[in-house]
């Protein structure tokens, strides 16, 4: 490796990790009952607001939103809102390959409605994560409650939307800034019908996952995009539910049961396959 790549390298671990903290983060603070999932939701959408809104000033960037980012900030807030709610039933790591196929599947699902092209590969690799996750969500005793799971569905859905919104938009940071201080006034609608009550601990990680595993998260990935292909950084994110599954076995305790084993390796296969042309 050489010494240029180095920062390349660290930044891209950082900002993965950052990614699988948002699961960690959210199930931490809502496994205990120790904060309401809209509560938690708000604060974390404030944080990320506050911490873009700081660094954008800081760059001189536009950050007063406008109405062409009105779909972006819908979009955000709709992921935000339903990511937490699912995670009251769902385990951290069932929750981040829930989400993730989600998102890759819209991705895939926009890229055909816009024109692109489907290859063999692309069309089996679909299947064999769409079996995955079939297998993940079967009736059995180890399936997760599917209300959660609907709600992260949804939640990837709207994740995808975003990234699909946002593609070839540029100035990255400046817009991510611009949805999440879009999001405050839904924010405060989710604050003045749950309410805004949590323990010291539950508020603390909600800022954590606001201001650091989200906004320099994001800001982190946006610094190192433009030095990765767009295979390499979609392949990457592959990473992203394993890094969850080590966190929830280390931090959390979570089982790891041989159906999210194998769903697991199903959907990551089949995703990545979707990721080549050929």
Do not use: C, H, K
């Not at 890229?111 to 299947?127: F, M, N």
């Not at 194998?262 to 080549?276: D, K, Y």
Request: no cysteine; glycine share 14%; net charge positive.
């Amino acid at each position: 490796m050489t010494r240029n790549r180095l920062p390349v390298v660290l930044a891209t671990a950082l900002a993965l990790l950052a990614f699988a903290g948002n699961s960690l983060l959210t199930r931490t603070a809502l496994a205990g009952g120790g904060i309401a999932p809209d509560s938690f939701a708000a604060i974390r959408l404030g944080a990320g607001a506050a911490m873009l809104l700081a660094i954008g000033i800081g760059r001189g960037l536009a950050v007063r939103p406008r109405a062409a980012d009105l779909p972006g900030i819908v979009a955000l807030f709709v992921y935000a809102a339903a990511f937490t709610r699912a995670y009251v039933g769902l385990g951290a790591a069932t929750g981040a390959l829930i989400l993730f196929t989600s998102v890759q599947m819209t991705i895939v699902a926009g890229g055909l409605a816009g024109g692109a092209g489907l290859s063999v590969r692309q069309g089996t690799g679909i299947l064999i994560a769409l079996g995955g996750l079939a297998w993940l969500l079967a009736p059995g005793l180890a399936t997760p409650p599917p209300g959660a799971s609907a709600l992260m569905t949804a939640a990837g859905i709207a994740w995808g939307v975003y990234t699909l919104i946002g593609r070839g938009s540029g100035a990255a940071v400046a817009r991510t800034a611009r949805n999440f201080i879009g999001t405050i006034p839904l924010a405060l609608l989710l604050v003045a019908m749950a309410g805004l009550e949590g323990t010291p601990t539950a508020i603390m990680l909600a800022v954590a996952s606001g201001a650091i595993t989200s906004a320099l998260g994001y800001v982190i990935w946006y610094s190192v995009l433009p030095s990765l292909s767009a295979v390499t950084a979609a392949s990457l994110q592959l990473l992203v539910p394993v890094i969850t599954a080590l966190g929830s076995l280390i931090w959390l305790r979570e089982p790891l049961t041989t159906t999210l084993a194998g769903a697991s390796l199903l959907i990551l296969a089949g995703v990545a396959m979707t990721l080549r042309r050929s």
